[in-house]
């Protein structure tokens, strides 16, 4: 019946002699190195393992036989597949009545997975049933044996002798070694229990002789006890189980219990033999490591956001600086043609007021002239001049306006809080975006309605404010194209964004930015602003845009960002921000907020040529780089 426990045990056992061979070795032993035991007894570590292990094993082991003190330390294993194990190995030298030290070792593999333990009932089954055929194997070994007895009594008696030994052995295993063995009457009264027990739950065995097993077990826990010793009597089948007992001082611990019922061959359970593992620390162990495994998964994903912020924030300072330097290429010819503009006006006034001088004193000119002013056509050219200075000045005014908003958005480098105008942020934005609000590809204009406020000054980061601006719209745009290519908008005539701002406190403003495209399902509209997710084909983006948004907003300036959509109804995100210093209000006619752009076609095109406004580079570079949802 001891062997019977110690091979029922999950955890390798081994006992070693003074010439460190090894005498006795239980199944989960011989399952865990990979070999038989017929293959094991008789030799010793360095005829299995790589003799780097096999030293570690000699020193820590000859340390026990020369000491007499138990140690537990932890060691590198490997076993016959060659795979390489983290164990916990705890020595304990045991003497026998004539004096021969032997050492008993435990090991715990702090490698595996805690899956394993779910299939230690089944192991525990799989060694009744070695352990039954063995029985039967020996059985029949031993009807053998007493066919020969007569001629091999001496033989027997040597090997009577043996077993006393290996009993004696057995017996001082049960003392010496680190696990709790207790064996229960059929009422689960204590009738056996050693002294690891005694260490483990803090009872001698004559305090807890004859006591009942509710002793070991807290009262919110007895009814899970109770049902797991009642399947155990009624099943007559061993079991494994983990849960919470009491010690003799008061504490609460957690043990691993191997139980089997001792059942006689009639049938009858005259018992149970236990086997405990305090597994507290363990338990402690494991809890501390889950919780620094989410405070690394929860620092990997902080980084990981923190790279994407930081890429995207390079990605937009490289945008910034070459918005600016485009900026200030188109202003020097600019203000160039733009300051020349009145001179050459008032020279040709001047010219043509000497023509009309000669008109005057010359009525009649001499034929060369008369005929020069009939081949150019000199009345319509007096009429058209001005008309051309006029077309001039308003695509230089027009010119200017992209300047002043290009250089308004090439503040995505800013690093520092400046005090701005929102209004002007915006415009800058919608100015950068004009090519994709046009007519185009079968698909209407797309109109920007404006209502703004007057607002006070803001503190904040502008370029970031911009990149948040340019991703919502960006989006606007997308759901407006999507909902009219998939005839999910009523009126297809009219597209429509919704800028509106208004001052909600003292201290917050609030900008709102409206589409009227089919809208966000519920579902979505809790993962938008999640890093990666978007629901747009491969290529088109990169689900980052309203993340970063959300990041700016909330994060950099502790402001709120909020999505408001309804299927059918179109979507609106609502930006709230702080305003940070005592605001500053801006006079209206202060505040340069352009509210119509002038018709492309007015502004004759040998005037102004197409290369010199970068326009929709300057938009396909923005949303390539800002592609995102």
């Known amino acids: 019946m001891l062997l019977q426990i110690l091979n029922s045990i999950s955890d390798p056992i081994f006992v070693k002699d003074s010439q460190h061979i090894w005498v006795f070795l239980n199944d989960a032993f011989c399952d865990f190195i990979g070999y038989k035991r017929d293959a094991l007894i008789g030799k010793t570590d ?32 490997t076993d016959s597949f060659g795979l ?74 040597k090997t009577e002798l043996g077993q006393r030994a290996s009993q004696q052995r057995l017996s001082l295993l049960i003392e010496q070694i680190p696990l709790a063995i207790i064996e229960w009457t ?31 077990i807290p009262e919110h826990v007895k009814e899970h006890v109770e049902k797991i010793i009642g399947n155990l009597l009624t099943s007559r089948v061993g079991n494994y189980s983990v849960n919470e007992n009491l010690t003799a001082d008061g504490r609460i611990i957690i043990c691993e219990w191997y139980n089997n019922p001792l059942v006689t061959r009639t049938g009858e359970v005259i018992g149970v033999a236990s086997i405990a593992i305090d597994i507290t620390e363990r338990k402690q162990l494991e809890a501390e490591r889950q919780i620094a495994l989410l405070e690394l998964e929860e620092a990997l994903d902080k980084l990981q956001r923190t790279q994407i912020q930081l890429v995207q924030n390079e990605k937009m300072s490289s945008l910034g600086q070459m918005v600016a330097g485009i900026a200030h290429e188109i202003n020097n010819p600019v203000n160039f ?6 001179y050459a006006k008032e020279y040709c006034q001047d010219l ?22 009939q081949d150019i056509d000199f009345e319509f050219i007096e009429k058209d001049i001005p008309l051309i200075l006029n077309s001039m000045k308003m695509g230089a005014d027009r010119i200017q306006k992209i300047v002043v ?81 998939n005839n999910q908008i009523q009126d297809k005539e009219v597209l429509k964004i919704t800028i509106n701002t208004q001052q909600i406190s003292q201290n917050s403003i609030l900008i709102s930015i409206r589409d009227n495209g089919c809208g966000i399902p519920e579902q979505i509209q809790q993962k938008i602003f999640d890093p990666f997710f978007t629901t747009k084909p491969v290529g088109r983006g990169t689900g980052l845009g309203l993340s970063i948004a959300y990041q700016i907003i909330i994060e950099k300036h502790q402001g709120k960002l909020r ?22 209000y801006l006079e209206r006619a202060r505040m340069p907020i352009p509210q119509e752009i002038i018709p492309q076609e007015i502004i004759p095109q040998e005037i102004i040529p197409q290369e010199i406004i970068p326009q929709e580079i300057i938009q396909q570079e923005i949303i390539s780089q800002d592609m995102e949802n």
């Open 337 to 342: 043609i733009y300051g020349n503009l009145v």
């Open 405 to 485: 908003s290009l250089r308004n958005f090439s503040r995505l480098d800013e690093a520092e809080m400046k005090i701005v105008n929102i209004h002007e942020g915006i415009d800058s934005t919608l100015m950068i975006l004009q090519s994709r609000l046009h007519q185009q590809n079968r698909r209407p204009e797309i109109a920007v309605i404006k209502n703004y406020s007057d607002l006070p000054l803001v503190e904040c980061f502008a370029g970031q404010l911009n990149q948040v601006f340019m991703n919502i719209l960006i989006n606007a745009i997308d759901a407006l194209e999507d909902s009219f290519f």
């Open 563 to 584: 999505c408001i959509s309804n299927p059918g109804e179109g979507t609106e995100f609502q930006i709230e921000l702080p305003v940070g210093k005592a605001p500053v």
């Open 186 to 216: 059929p009422n689960l009264e204590v009738q056996s229990w050693n002294p690891a027990a005694e260490k483990i739950f803090g009872y001698t065995e004559n305090q807890i002789i004859g006591c009942n097993i509710e002793m070991l």
């Open 352 to 373: 043509f007021k000497i023509l009309k001088l000669y008109q005057h004193n010359y009525p009649q000119p001499i034929k060369q002239i008369q005929d020069c002013i």
């Open 84 to 157: 390489t194990h983290i164990i916990s190995t705890k020595k304990t030298l045991l003497i026998d009545e004539n004096g021969n030290k032997f050492l008993v070792g435990t090991i715990r593999d702090i490698t595996i997975n805690i899956d394993k333990y779910r299939h230690s009932e089944e192991a525990l089954k799989n060694a009744y049933a070695q352990m039954e055929t063995l029985v039967i194997e020996r059985t029949k070994q031993l009807a053998e044996i007493n066919q020969v007895l007569q001629a091999e009594i001496a033989k027997h008696q």
């Open 46 to 77: 360095y005829d299995f393992f790589p003799k780097e292990e096999a030293d570690v094993f000699w020193e820590k082991d000859e340390q026990v036989f020369l000491t007499n003190e138990s140690c537990e330390n932890e060691e590198f294993f």
